[in-house]
T-cell receptor
């Protein structure tokens, strides 16, 4: 099976702009989670989607939003970008079997100038 | 309080030696899961091993084993016969609650492991 894919891999934006990141889960996985990774804060949970519904949300401002489509692909959007939004954004999909292990994509590295 | 603590920011280990990466956790939930992931410099998070709170035996996956000491709330990763390709960041993560109830992982700060030839 193909792994989790994320596009684009790299993005450079300026403050105030908005950005949309995309994630395609492993075939058959219906749950998608998003994480932000920064040197200062480490890995932090953003939100999780299952069957097009957001089931859980981390402690991030409303500028961070997401959605999931009927084919389980997910997008996250960050509006009004700030310098502090520069990070590696990781998407993970879950098989919902046994341990419900999360399998990660390669990430999107966002730089805000 | 930190829920996941990894006390070793960095480690140097000679190739072919075994290495133990420390992880302690804090939760009051009787059901939880502990995960270890490897993150090479490329950035992708690679799943290594899982231990459930009710699992009676320590988990093993090839060269990886998890030394699970429930009373001490410790879940150390052991890598046997280390290889140069093991050089990476290693993260311990916890899921609180039953596997089907919660998909949020709580992460430690990570340990940077460097294998010396």
């Amino acid at each position: 099976k193909a792994g989790v894919t994320q596009t684009p891999r790299y993005l450079i934006k300026t403050r105030g702009q908005q950005v949309t990141l995309s994630c395609s889960p492993i075939s058959g996985h219906r749950s998608v989670s998003w994480y932000q990774q920064t040197p200062g804060q480490g890995l932090q949970f953003l939100f999780e989607y299952f069957s097009e519904t957001q089931r859980n949300k981390g402690n991030f401002p409303g500028r961070f939003s997401g959605r999931q489509f009927s084919n389980s692909r997910s997008e996250m959007n960050v509006s009004t970008l700030e310098l502090g939004d520069s990070a590696l954004y990781l998407c993970a999909s879950t098989d919902r079997q046994g341990a419900n292990t999360q399998y990660f994509g390669p990430g999107t590295r966002l730089t805000v100038l | 309080a930190q829920k996941i603590t990894q006390t070793q920011p960095g480690m140097f280990v000679q190739e072919k030696e075994a290495v133990t990466l420390d992880c302690t956790y804090d939760t009051s939930d009787p059901s939880y899961g502990l995960f270890w992931y490897k993150q090479p410099s490329s950035g992708e998070m690679i799943f290594l091993i899982y231990q459930g709170s009710y699992d009676q035996q320590n988990a093993t996956e090839g060269r990886y084993s998890l030394n699970f000491q429930k009373a001490r709330k410790s879940a150390n990763l052991v890598i046997s016969a280390s290889q140069l390709g093991d050089s990476a960041m290693y993260f311990c993560a916890m899921r609180e609650g039953r596997p089907d109830s919660n998909y949020q992982l709580i992460w430690g700060a990570g340990t940077k492991l460097i294998i010396k030839p």
